[in-house]
């Protein structure tokens, strides 16, 4: 087990969480032998992937393939009984935050604090790593350089803003998750594959391997994984060196369900008070016909029309559910239609990129969409962001509806630099296109 355990942490501090056969036999000293011992063992199959050296060039490799996401919803009181996902503070696991210095964080930052971390980590069969290798690991699994990510704005109309600078790989999702229904689909290693193969020094290994190991880590990111994984038992070798391993004690006295009879001193807090009084915002399902149109179908000169196309609408919320990291259903995509901006919009030379506006609150949605025809500069700035996730994170809960509305919009700026958060103030550089409206899917049960 120490050999497992010493791989693990070895990968994890490798770069893009990869390294040599031969490197990671000398610098641990444990023969290459025992390393594919462990590679072939049925427990720690989807831990790691070998990824072999093409036939006349390079080296064996290995990739840290353990997948521990984290959950997206953690800091607005995930209210998931059984969410699949670690509830770890995001400013303390996602590349861009660094460390989270708030001294009065409500967030935790220990996995195995809470007893929905352990519950997990004891599902998932990894109570024989330490906390902090497990924290090491949530920090790996949200970085797309140091895991197998796959792009997801890919294939989409438009395609990816980030282009060749995108850090994860553009490649065909849905056949990485045995799922892509298109017969047309090529599934082939195209140039933008080849570069992010060279930017992770595989450019010498074999392809198919390396798909292997995205392969692997979607599988883990699935929100159904926990309940359909099935553990195997540690092999007897692994076990005479060490064998204690234990399940982790759940009867720790800061328990998830006594915060919220705590004094509310934060807004966490106070959310939390409203989540347990408030049935809406518990409720398990929300079935369409429960739920009325929020909106008016147009107002001045801005349209709103419905994404009619059934295999449209699974698309898009495939495609939400991959993005957010969690399993949502979508009750309502919208078109949005504005004939001054469109007119803009073919005079425009400037190639647009997609960005995501959240939403505050629903009712407020045809304030935010105005703004794009204002004449003159906004006097408070619209805040966007490049990324689903992020702006998905930054969307309020309409805890009466129980739903997210989130808006896309192109931006068309000359010297638009990528952030992964602009503040715009020229009405003119921006014209909203979607808007989704969706819920939390409950253990898959839509
Ligand atoms: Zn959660
Ligand atoms: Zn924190
Ligand atoms: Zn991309
Ligand atoms: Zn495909």
Redesign the pocket.
Known sequence: MDDVINLINHLINAKYSIDALESISNQLNISQEQIHRILRADRYKDYFQLIKKNPNQGTDKIALTLDLFCCTHYAQLCKKQSCPFLHLCPYNIRPMHGKCTNKNCPYDHEVLKSAHNKKLINTRGLSFLSDSILLELARASADPNRSFWV?T??GKKGG?P?KTC?D?L?YCYFSLINACTKTYCPHIINEACIAYFRHKDLSEQDQHDILEAFKKVLKQRKPDFINTVNIPPHPSWALSILSNEKSLPLNDNISESTIINQEPTSLSAIRSILSATAPEFTAKTVYKSDISPPLPDHEQDILLTDTSDESECIEIERYLTQEIGYSIRLSISKTIICEYKNAQYFDNQIEPVYYYCPTENLKDTWKLLRCQNDQNQLIKPLIIYSNIRDAHEATELNIETNQFCLLRLLVFQSNLIQENCLEIYDPTTICFDRMWIYVYSDEGTF
Request: hydrophobic share 0%; proline share 0%.
């Open positions: 792009c704005d890919n990816c980030k995108c994860k553009h």
